[in-house]
T-cell receptor, first 113, second 110 residues
Framework: SAVISQKPSRDICQRGTSLTIQCQVD?????MFWYRQQPGQSLTLIATANQGSEATYESGFVIDKFPISRPNLTFSTLTVSNMSPEDSSIYLC??????????FGPGTRLTVL | GQNIDQPTEMTATEGAIVQINCTYQ??????LFWYQQHAGEAPTFLSY????GLEEKGRFSSFLSRSKGYSYLLLKELQMKDSASYLC???????????FGTGTRLQVFP
């Protein structure tokens, strides 16, 4: 199994500012995924982050709002830009390990005032 | 596109059996996952089905019918600690990403 850590674990931010969330994995993985989980909701995929190429965004998510970096096979960042209260969510990074399932980081709980 | 539906909430009694259903519509289906998520925690993997039939793992079993686009998670001998959200997710041949259903919040009462 993989160990995934995220920083920060939580933050309270003012609207109009940006927050960068870091995701570190203890092993090399090709693809990492970023999800959002709004209060009381299920997980929504934001984008797939491949090392060495641009992230692939899902419908409804754009690079200007959620820029992603993937500098190496163990690390990724997601930035939530120009935040509004609607961005208040838990943001989780994830990796897949084939049929044995997927692993999730502990999540970053973001509150935008 | 993909459409994955689950009941929003369910309740059950300690010691009972509960079945949580998941229906899906997706192209290039390549497997269905079930996750458990306790409040304030990340989801944890429960089961994976890619072929039709029942997969049993202790108190938890998962069933898949590909022709019907249907799966269920069966929880036996319910315990209070089983109170959580249960998420089904599907993946397809072209990508390795998981697309999640709406999630089912299960409450177990004594």
């Amino acid at each position: 199994s993989a160990v995934i850590s995220q920083k920060p674990s939580r933050d309270i931010c003012q609207r109009g500012t940006s927050l960068t969330i870091q995701c570190q994995v203890d092993s090399q993985v090709t693809m990492m995924f970023w999800y959002r989980q709004q209060p009381g909701q299920s997980l929504t995929l934001i984008a797939t982050a491949n090392q060495g190429s641009e992230a692939t965004y899902e419908s409804g998510f754009v690079i200007d709002k959620f820029p992603i970096s993937r500098p190496n096979l163990t690390f990724s960042t997601l930035t939530v830009s120009n935040m509004s209260p609607e961005d208040s969510s838990i943001y989780l990074c994830s990796l897949r390990t084939g049929p044995t399932g997927g692993f999730f980081g502990p999540g970053t709980r973001l509150t935008v005032l | 596109g993909q459409n994955i539906d689950q009941p929003t909430e369910m309740t059950a009694t300690e010691g009972a059996i509960v079945q949580i259903n998941c229906t899906y519509q997706t192209s290039g289906f390549n497997g269905l996952f079930w996750y458990q998520q306790h409040a304030g925690e990340a989801p944890t993997f429960l089961s994976y089905n890619v072929l039709d039939g029942l997969e049993e793992k202790g108190r938890f079993s998962s069933f898949l019918s590909r022709s019907k686009g249907y799966s269920y998670l069966l929880l036996k001998e319910l315990q209070m600690k089983d109170s959580a959200s249960y998420l089904c997710a599907v993946t397809n041949y072209n990508t390795d990403k998981l697309i999640f259903g709406t999630g089912t919040r299960l409450q177990v009462f004594p």
